[in-house]
């Protein structure tokens, strides 16, 4: 017992808890609609092209959440506007704008005498998360779920069966530029745990997970959430405890629940083959 309350006597422990269950719980619900859309992708290529815009604005002391949301969303509408046009594929979009933003924030990192200065935005710091920060944590996350919770029709319909969305007259496209940004904010708040790199795992990770346990969306939501809070959870124990990095465990942890749901849902569909096949007399 006093093994599992000891990390809670520390504040900046506290603080960092209580950031890992915003941040899990805002991209993991948000990472449903990531996955049922396959747009698993998209998700990396926007965690990775904050890059420059929070070298930007460490460069020039500014507030580098604002600075990774604005690369973030460049990058977002510029990927729904080039992926408009008939002569450029989505995957290509992509991919030029992801290696081109990410090129040009290793150039901007260049030009600092040392990559350490860059190391927590990499590579995440929510132990250094204040209360400042887990305030403008939990805005974002209030913005993303509330705007999921208004729009969760319109959403859910648009991922499941956009060709119906479309003859109702509901805009499928305009609902992904919703996704885009949503997608931009969850980015934001996700790099202070979890750093540029291993973002896109806290978006898609939880929710392939959860996606492996049921069908049905609202449970899937649910159970993602779940996961991503209790790998925060673990993660933060094991990086105490452990002296290794905070994100990198929290990000292992929701891999190690995949590979669990993962190998028990194969054991079930592989028993349920055998039981369906006719015996020999």
């Known amino acids: 017992m006093n093994a599992l309350l000891e990390p809670w006597q520390y504040p900046f422990m506290r603080t960092a808890f209580a950031a890992s269950l915003l941040v899990g719980t805002t991209c993991s ?22 890059l420059p815009g929070l070298v930007i604005a460490w460069l020039n002391q500014w507030n580098m959440s604002v600075g990774a949301f604005v ?11 080039l992926s408009r046009q008939e002569h450029l594929r ?27 200065d860059f190391s927590h935005m990499l590579f995440g710091n929510i132990l250094g998360v204040s209360d400042t920060d887990l305030i403008g944590i939990a805005l ?3 913005i993303v779920l509330g705007t999921l919770g208004l729009l ?18 509901l805009s499928s496209s305009r609902m992904r530029y919703v996704l885009l940004l949503l997608l931009s904010l969850a980015v934001v708040t996700g790099i202070q745990a979890a750093g ?8 898609v990770t ?18 993602a959430a779940l996961i991503a809070c209790a790998s925060g ?16 465990a929290i990000v292992l942890t929701c891999t190690l629940c995949f590979a669990v749901a993962f190998v028990a849902r194969s054991l079930v569909n592989s028993r349920r083959t055998g039981l369906d096949q006719p015996r020999t007399p």
């Open 196 to 203: 540029v790199v291993l973002t896109s795992a806290l978006l």
């Open 152 to 169: 969760h029709k319109e959403m859910v319909l648009t991922s499941v069966d956009p060709a119906h969305s479309q003859v109702i007259g």
């Open 29 to 50: 619900i948000l990472g449903v609609f990531v996955v049922q859309r396959r747009m698993a992708f998209i998700g990396d290529a926007i965690a990775h092209t904050t």
């Open 140 to 142: 974002v996350a209030l």
């Open 233 to 248: 959870i673990a993660g933060l124990y094991a990086s105490y405890y452990a002296g290794v990095s905070s994100g990198g």
């Open 206 to 223: 939880p929710a392939a997970t959860a996606a492996l346990l049921t069908h049905r969306l609202l449970p899937m939501m649910l159970f």
């Open 71 to 81: 690369a973030a969303t460049i990058t977002a509408l510029g990927i729904g506007c």
């Open 90 to 116: 989505e995957d290509a979009a992509i991919g030029i704008l992801y290696t081109g933003m990410f090129a040009l924030g290793i150039t901007l990192m260049s030009t600092v005498k040392s990559y350490r």
